[in-house]
């Protein structure tokens, strides 16, 4: 239940709310500034590299002006200032140290407890000793071991003399110092690339403390082949007693620990450049108030040319703010205006007011962006060909008229006209605020309309389109003589571009129709006629399966077309109406009078109650069958609307007959409507009542059914049934003229032919005074004679 209220509001905030349609207004106000904003400040002096001076230029003001080259070198050479960072891994050396002690440390623990277990066996501390590994098994089980903690690959010749000496902790306390000097001096991975900073020095940053050092001598810190080559001469005074093979595998073993504990920190070092270069201010020259900028016949230079631009980027942010704010609000005052002045009085916008104004809005928002993205595209054009096209003629190959177009094909010319207006001023304003531009487009975008007011069949658009055409080449013509700028070539391309233009709308508004169509649930005259069509598949299926429907839509269908004529409604759309008033009978077909057979009324076993629901039911599977088909929403709510909520008064008299008139609910006898919004949907109403009576005349002279025709109409508008639908007393007249001759023409008498009196014992077979009436037919019409005393108007009668 929270769910359908929901939808029930934000559907009732897009269809009738006033903030809606402001915010509407404001959206395309923002859109169209953000899309004007490059334009704001018409460029005065849009000259090139080498282009010839028009005239002298003098600067009104006084600015500054960057050097910019000067700039680049001034911030080029603070980032070169910048030393470059290395880091100092100050650990390495301590943690190399550890590993070694633990390393040896591990197998001296081995060579201790096997000399401990020996003692033990010897002074039979023990009863008995459990047998283990050998002293030489247990050392080489644990060389993996040992490698891991040291770092590298130990060569068996070299563990075999370490076992020797029973991994002495004097050994490990030589590779431990050597190693230390070395690291202690510093290492780098590549000295070359140090050497290269040996000029200006480098910033040393203590990885563990941060502290930075600056650092000249680059020479003394090692490289990687220089350190290995050091650790014979930092070792010579600590080994010179020992053994040969014990130099060598200490030597050996500083060697494969030694690794570079100084860095390049290359992100560190750039990211002090970029902030280096980044605090260098602009180097600025001054302009002082009426020094000359340019002279006229001198060739643009670069220098000259950047004056001209920094002057013309400096105005322009002093200005930009205000000619925005300036351009929104004429922009939102244009719309306002417009739309308080045209669009609540159009009939168009009576119903899904909301929805139409958002249609607008989009089209108004679609052609700003092409209006923008062609005037850069005209100016790139102009620049890459090789021949030369005049800059004023392009816009004319502009197709804005296809906007005005489809305005006009969905919501009418009255609708298409201040459309028309509006978009030619702000197209004209992203023309840089071109005069002949506006007039152009007004011009042409209210013809377009107008000649595509009564679009029912697709090549409408290509006349139209060409029509346009031929009209955009006078308006050029006529726009460069009375501009007094013109030439042969630039009328030339002028009229060329003008009339491709006028084609193009016409093209363009025939493909984007269908997708509007879509979009926004509209239905042109171009869909009716299609749906006009009796092949169409709903239709052959209600002719095959309630074909007393069909007969009865087809008339009702010729009937309301006829009687909209009269009174200026749509004709197309209500014969289509029409025809697809009663689609819903398809699903119940014979518990409908006109398709029962062999006068067999299923509703003679029913409760009125179940009778009328059946009934009222085909509206729903009505409305359930169009969506379904998409017939759209018109034809939607004429099934939704045509009954209004009227009473169904046959079963309410008798389930009153059943009951006591206290125990009846007459709004269960009723359709659940809503009334007729449209001329068209009330002329359905009025068709489907008038025909259905008409059928049960026994004799339809021309009295009686002008009697029936206007009792009926009366009935409905005493109602109150035709409230909302805009016909008037005078429409009613003309329709029941309408109706009466229509009825009068499907049930006139025939001639009477010699073997029908034959065959009929000498009596008429139509039109027989004394035949008599059936007992439902009289009682309707001694009920129209009762009532004909008390009619509002003697309708359809001259």
């Known amino acids: 239940m929270t769910g359908k209220i929901n939808t029930d509001s934000v559907s009732k905030f897009f269809e009738n709310s006033y903030r809606f349609r402001w915010a509407v207004m404001l959206g395309v106000t923002i859109i169209f500034t953000l ?20 005239r002298d230029i003098k600067a009104p003001k006084d600015f500054l002006i960057e050097d910019i080259e000067a700039t680049k070198i001034n911030r080029k050479n603070a980032a070169e200032k910048v030393l470059t960072v290395y880091d100092f891994d100050t650990a390495l050396s301590f943690a190399l140290t550890q590993r070694i002690h633990q390393a040896f440390a591990d197998l001296q623990a081995v060579f201790n407890a096997k000399q401990d277990s020996t003692q033990k066996t010897k002074t039979g501390s023990s009863a008995a000793v459990e047998k283990k590994p050998s002293l030489h098994d247990q050392v080489w089980q644990m060389k993996e071991e040992f490698e891991r903690k040291i770092g590298f690959n130990v060569s068996n010749g070299a563990y075999k003399i370490l076992e020797k000496e029973k991994f002495s902790q004097d050994i490990a306390e030589l590779i431990a110092k050597i190693l230390s000097k070395i690291l202690q001096n510093g290492v780098v991975s590549n000295k070359a690339l140090l050497l290269k900073e040996v000029d200006k020095g480098i910033v040393l940053r203590s990885i563990e403390t941060s502290n930075e050092t600056v650092v000249k001598k680059l020479k003394v810190f090692y490289g990687l082949d220089q350190a290995n080559a050091m650790v014979r001469i930092v070792g010579k005074p600590l080994l010179k007693n020992r053994r040969y093979t014990i130099k060598n595998l200490i030597v050996d073993f500083v060697q494969n620990l030694i690794a570079p504990n100084i860095t390049l920190n290359k992100s560190e070092t750039e990211e002090r450049r970029k902030k280096a270069a980044s605090e260098i201010k602009p180097i600025l020259h001054q302009i002082k108030t009426g020094e000359m900028l340019l002279r006229e016949g001198e060739l643009v230079t670069m220098v000259q040319l950047l004056k001209l631009k920094t002057l013309q980027a400096q105005t322009r942010q002093e200005h930009i ?12 005052c244009l719309l306002a205006a417009t739309y308080i002045l045209h669009i609540p009085r159009q009939k168009s916008m009576a119903s899904k007011h909301n929805k139409n104004l958002l249609f607008i809005s989009s089209v108004l928002i679609t052609f700003f962006l092409l209006a923008d993205i062609s005037a850069s ?17 392009i816009p004319y190959g502009f197709p804005l008229a296809a906007s005005a177009m489809i305005i006009c094909l969905f919501l009418g010319l009255e609708i298409a006209i201040p459309f028309a207006m509006i978009i030619a001023i702000c197209v004209a304003v992203i023309f840089q605020n071109s005069f002949e531009s506006f007039l152009f487009f007004l011009i042409n975008g209210s013809m377009a309309a107008y000649w595509i007011r009564d679009c029912r069949e697709r090549k409408v658009f290509i006349k139209a389109g060409a029509k346009l055409g031929l009209l955009n080449v006078v308006l050029v013509v006529a726009t460069d003589l009375y501009m007094a700028d013109f030439s042969t ?15 193009g709308a016409g093209i363009i508004t025939s493909g984007l129709a269908p997708l509007i169509e879509i979009a926004f649930d509209y239905t042109t005259d171009i869909k009716l006629l299609e749906l006009a069509n009796l092949d169409q598949p709903i239709l052959r299926r209600l002719m095959m399966e309630a074909p007393g429907t069909y007969h009865h839509s087809v008339i009702v269908g010729s009937m309301v077309e006829a009687a909209a004529a009269e009174i200026g409604a749509n004709p197309l759309l209500a014969k289509v109406c029409g025809y697809y008033h009663d689609i819903g009978k398809i699903n119940k077909p014979l518990y409908f009078i006109e398709n029962q ?33 998409k017939l759209g929403q018109v034809i939607v709510d004429a099934i939704q609307q045509h009954h209004g909520t009227s009473l169904i008064k046959y079963f309410y008299d008798k389930a009153i007959q059943q009951k006591r008139e206290n125990a009846v609910n007459i709004d269960d006898f009723r ?5 007729p919004q449209t001329k068209e949907i009330g002329l359905v109403m009025l068709a489907d009542v008038v025909e259905a009576a008409s059928r049960t005349m026994a004799n339809p002279t021309t009295s009686r059914i002008q009697g029936l025709v206007q009792n009926l109409i009366n009935k409905i508008f005493s109602d109150g049934q035709l409230d909302n639908c805009e016909l008037t007393l005078k429409d009613l007249h003309s329709i029941a003229k309408r109706f009466n001759k229509i009825l009068h023409g499907i049930h006139h008498h025939r001639i009477e032919y010699p073997e029908d ?5 000498g009596k008429r077979k139509n039109g027989n005074s004394n ?28």
């Open 671 to 675: 359709y659940p409507g809503p009334l």
């Open 771 to 798: 035949r008599r009436q059936a007992k439902k037919t009289q009682n309707i019409e001694s009920n129209i004679e009762k009532e004909s005393s008390s009619h509002l108007k003697r309708l359809g009668q001259s």
């Open 757 to 761: 009196r034959v065959a009929n014992n």
């Open 597 to 629: 057979v062999a006068g067999k009324n299923r509703h003679d076993k029913l409760a009125p109650s179940m009778s009328s629901l059946i009934l009222i039911a085909h509206i729903k599977n009505g409305v359930e069958i169009a969506k379904k088909n």
């Open 35 to 54: 899309i004007l904003y490059p334009n704001l400040i018409p460029l005065k002096h849009s000259y090139q590299l080498g282009d010839v001076a028009g």
């Open 377 to 393: 595209l005209s100016e790139s054009l102009i620049a890459n060909v090789s021949y030369s096209i005049p800059a004023s003629s």
């Open 489 to 503: 070539s630039k009328l030339l391309w002028g009229s060329g571009f003008a009339f491709l233009g006028g084609i």
């Open 321 to 332: 703010v205000s000619k925005s704010i300036g351009a929104a609000m004429i922009m939102l």
